[in-house]
């Protein structure tokens, strides 16, 4: 269960409304059962029901653990959302299920989609999280201009995916393991050659995913998964 305002100095809490009706009315459980609570940022709450209302299940906290993630890489993935948003929000449940830490949205010259709903985008990483038993939730962005995104992102490694650079110039090459990390995805139609040149005066790197022209979605699902084998987690 997934509740993020629970606090490591609570002895109770109350589950939110649709995780209540999902205990005690779809999982069917009871007083006295225990259940597992994070709060989507390393914490780990054991905890015990004491009132099995399906509106209001009501908790009392018995042991709290913290999972530190300070000392790992981070794997941030900003890219221009699909016009068919469904092929986005597919991109995000299987990003957070192989491990992201942040996704942004970005409005580049060829965008085909203008508007993200951010909240949307947000239960959808919370159900990845609870299907994957991860401990964080990754940070969800809302959608920015190209520029103002590319000049204000921090990373130790930064990386603009782009369809006709060497293929030698793999992401997996060219990145160092352990580091945090930000890869550009484009639209459809791509980043135009400005945009490249943008980025690479920022500090992006120009890198290829592969020899195929992969869809935007399956780009940033290549991208996530290729950082994830070079992180320890
Ligand atoms: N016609 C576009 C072009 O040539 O750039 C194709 C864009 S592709 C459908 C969408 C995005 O996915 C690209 O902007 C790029 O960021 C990424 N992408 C797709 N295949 C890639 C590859 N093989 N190497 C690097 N990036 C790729």
Redesign the pocket.
Known sequence: FFHPEVQPDHTTCTLPAEDSKHAVKVLRMQTGDVLQLRDGKGGVYDCQIKEANPKKCVLAIDRYEYFDRTSEGRIHIAMAPTKNMDRTEFFVEKAVEIGVDAISFMLTHHSERKVVKTDRVQRIAVSGMKQSRKLHLPNIGELTPFEEFVSNVEADEKFI?????NPDHHLFKVASPNKNYCV????????TEEEVAFAKQHGFKA??????????ET?ALAACHTLNLLQIR
């Not at 550009?184 to 980043?191: A, D, T, Y």
């Not at 890198?207 to 935007?216: E, Y």
């Open positions: 995916a782009y369809v006709p650079e550009l995805i484009g639209p459809e139609g791509g980043f890198v290829s995913l592969g020899k195929s022209r992969l869809r935007a780009a």
